[in-house]
C-alpha cells in the first residue's frame, strides 16, 4: 500500500540478494525473455515458459512491475505455464496516453484479453498486495475461467485499503511522534502524499513491522536495468492523497458481498506482523469468504514467501497440487 512506502521497499529490495534457498533460481530472469502483445493499440509485455496448467501472477502496487514475482515464482515453469506480464504504465509496457486508463477495471479487462490471447481455458491466478484487487474482481466476474486463486496479504475492499492507511498512520504518529510532528506541519500547509517534500518525508519512516518482520532479508533482481515503479499509475489508482484520503477506482471496490460466491478453489495468506495488509481486517476473509483456506504466517509481515519460505512454498505447492 502507501506509495512511498512501496517505493522505498522496492529500492531496498534492489539494493539485495535472496539466500540460496531450493526454491529459488538466481539465474531465473535470464530464463525468461519478453514478447509485446498489442492490446487497444499498447504493447504489453509478456514473459510466459512452461507447459502445463497455467498459472498468472499478479503483481502489487499497483505501480510495480512483475519482476519480484517472477523472482519469488519464476521457478515454476518447471511444472507449469507462468505468465508474468506488466499491466499498461508499468515495468516494460506502454504508457497510457490518458492516466484515467489507469485503473481496477483495466487491470481486469487486460487479465481477461491475454487469457484469450494466449489461448487458454481457464487459468490459476496468483495476486501479491495490490495484485489480490484484480484477482479477486476477475474471479468475480470471470467465475467460469477460473481454477484456483491464491490472495497473498491482500485486499478485500477500497474500505479495507482505507483503513489500513489509518492503520498505519497511527502506528507511524506514536511511534515516531518527532517524525510526525514534520509530518502533521507539511499537512497543515496542504501537501498531498504526492507532493515533495512530504514524499520523502513520509516515505522515510522504517518499514519494520511494516513490510518485513526480518529486515535483513535479501532477494534476487535482473541484471538489466528496468522501470521496477509507476508512480504516475499508483497516485492515479489509488489517489494523489493516497496516503491519509484512499480515492481514484480503488476506492470504489469492495468485494465483500460477492467473495462467498466465488467457485475457484482459493487460499488466503495473511501476516501476522503486516502493517499494509494488517489481521485485524485480513481476519475478515474468514467472514467474507467461509469456503477459502486461510492461513496466517506467523513470522511474517507482508511478504511471507520471503519470512518463512519453506512454509510457504510447501504450503502454495500443496494447494496448487505441484509435485
Keep these: 500500500m502507501m506509495q512511498s512506502f512501496i517505493k522505498t521497499l522496492f529500492a531496498f529490495l534492489l539494493c539485495l540478494q535472496l539466500p540460496a534457498l531450493a526454491q529459488q533460481d538466481p539465474e531465473i530472469f535470464e530464463k525468461f525473455e519478453s514478447k509485446f502483445y498489442t492490446i487497444d493499440g499498447y504493447k504489453i509485455n509478456v514473459e510466459m515458459k512452461g507447459s502445463g496448467d497455467p498459472i498468472f501472477f499478479l503483481p502489487g ?8 514475482m517472477q523472482g519469488n515464482f519464476g521457478h515454476y515453469y518447471k511444472t507449469n505455464t507462468v505468465v508474468f506480464f506488466d499491466w499498461i504504465g508499468r515495468g516494460k509496457s506502454d504508457d497510457a496516453k490518458d492516466a484515467s486508463e489507469y485503473a481496477v477495471e483495466k487491470d481486469v479487462l487486460l487479465i481477461e484479453k491475454l487469457r484469450k490471447l494466449l489461448n487458454f481455458d481457464k487459468i490459476s491466478l496468483v495476486g501479491h498486495s495490490y495484485g489480490t484487487v484484480p484477482a479477486q474482481a476477475y474471479a468475480i466476474k470471470y467465475a467460469d475461467n477460473v481454477d484456483k486463486m491464491v490472495l497473498i496479504n491482500g485486499f478485500h475492499s477500497g474500505a479495507m485499503w482505507q483503513a489500513n492507511c489509518d492503520s498505519y498512520n497511527h502506528y507511524a504518529k506514536t511511534h515516531f511522534p518527532e517524525k510526525w510532528k514534520k509530518v502533521d506541519s507539511l499537512r497543515a500547509l496542504g501537501y498531498l502524499s504526492s507532493e515533495e517534500p512530504l514524499k520523502s518525508l513520509y516515505g522515510s519512516f522504517p518499514t519494520k513491522y511494516i513490510y518485513y518482520h526480518n529486515t535483513k532479508l535479501k532477494q534476487n533482481v535482473p541484471k538489466e536495468k528496468f522501470r521496477g515503479w509507476a508512480n504516475d499509475v499508483y497516485t492515479t489508482i489509488i489517489g494523489v492523497d493516497g496516503d491519509f484520503h484512499v480515492a481514484g477506482s480503488m476506492i470504489n471496490q469492495d468485494y465483500r458481498r460477492k467473495l462467498k460466491d466465488v467457485e ?4 488466503i495468506i495473511a501476516g501476522r506482523y503486516d502493517g499494509v495488509s494488517t489481521p485485524e481486517f485480513a481476519v475478515q476473509y474468514k467472514t467474507f ?6 492461513v496466517m504466517f506467523e513470522q511474517s509481515s507482508h511478504n511471507p514467501y520471503l519470512e518463512e519460505p519453506e512454509k510457504f512454498y510447501t504450503l502454495f505447492d500443496e494447494f496448487m497440487e505441484i509435485k
Design 289 to 294: 469468504m467461509p469456503q477459502a483456506q486461510f
Design 264 to 267: 475457484a478453489k482459493t487460499l
Design 61 to 68: 502496487g499497483p505501480g510495480n512491475s512483475h519482476d519480484y
